[in-house]
């Protein structure tokens, strides 16, 4: 139904070699970057959050800064890897013109490509958190747990990857917006801040907005050594599914329509 098959295996993962090559293309340090960004940021926010505002978690015993640290980073590295995947997505046929124009490949591969790059970044963020959990002395088996979290997270990527890529063509303000509308859900999502300590109405939204559940998700197999809430994140799977099917439908109809806005 997807029309994709074990053909198309090879040119995804070389379409997903180009794209991280071309990421970091003329850079010294090269893939360095992408463990440097995240940590950059994840120590602004800690620092930022822990030190400065000494936010805590409440209804835990645990409240030092350090516990703060793991809940932090067990959330917010897999929303930079979100935003990552997306934004890469968003212009990856605008990027690859050239290629969309003389070559002959199915270009859905092209968004698919990019949001895999991003898993890059999220391994990153997930082994730091690792390390920071055995130092603390509590990983456990619960991490498996985050195994099918992560395969909903990245149905949910490729899902509005694909819708992203596609509109973009024909609208390119679209790849401009995307960083403000990310600042805005982040900033208006229980990622950086615990879901209790928010006003009702932002708990309310928060409960909703499928970022906070994948990253709840990822918190709860990760730190929290306990079941995610997985009727959520198959609902959220659920309506991913469907954008997929969706999105692949209106991408295959659009895309005759790329080259004359290349």
């Given amino acids: 139904m997807l029309g994709f098959d074990r053909r198309d295996v090879r040119p995804a993962l070389n379409l997903l070699a180009i794209t991280m090559r071309d990421r970091y293309l003329g850079s010294r340090l090269g893939m360095f970057w992408a463990i440097l960004n995240p940590l950059i940021v994840m120590f602004v926010f800690v620092f930022l959050y822990g030190f400065i505002f000494k936010i805590r978690l409440p209804g835990t015993a645990d409240s030092t800064t350090y516990a703060f640290a793991i809940w932090l980073i067990g959330g917010y590295g897999p929303w930079v890897a979100s935003t990552e995947a997306l934004g890469a997505a968003a212009s990856s046929v605008l990027g690859a013109a050239a290629m969309v124009k003389n070559v002959a490949f199915k270009t859905e591969l092209l968004p698919v490509a990019a949001v895999l790059s991003s898993v ?4 990153v963020t997930l082994t730091i958190l690792m390390v920071l959990l055995v130092l603390d002395g509590r990983p456990s088996l619960h991490a498996l747990l985050a195994v099918p979290v992560f395969f909903i997270h990245y149905l949910m990527l490729a899902s509005l990857g694909l819708v992203l890529a596609t509109f973009a063509v024909f609208f390119r303000d679209i790849v401009q917006i995307l960083p403000n509308v990310f600042m805005v859900i982040l900033l208006t999502s229980p990622i950086l801040l615990p879901i209790e300590s928010l006003p009702r109405a932002m708990r ?13 998700g990822y918190r709860a197999a990760l730190v929290h050594q306990r079941m995610p809430d997985f009727a959520s994140l198959l609902v959220v799977g659920a309506i991913s599914a469907l ?10 109809r659009a895309k005759g329509h790329f080259e004359a806005y290349l």
């Fill in 243 to 252: 954008v997929l099917v969706y999105g692949l439908r209106i991408f295959r």
């Fill in 204 to 216: 309310i939204a928060g409960s909703v907005n499928p970022f906070y559940i994948v990253a709840d």
């Fill in 120 to 123: 890059v970044t999220l391994a």
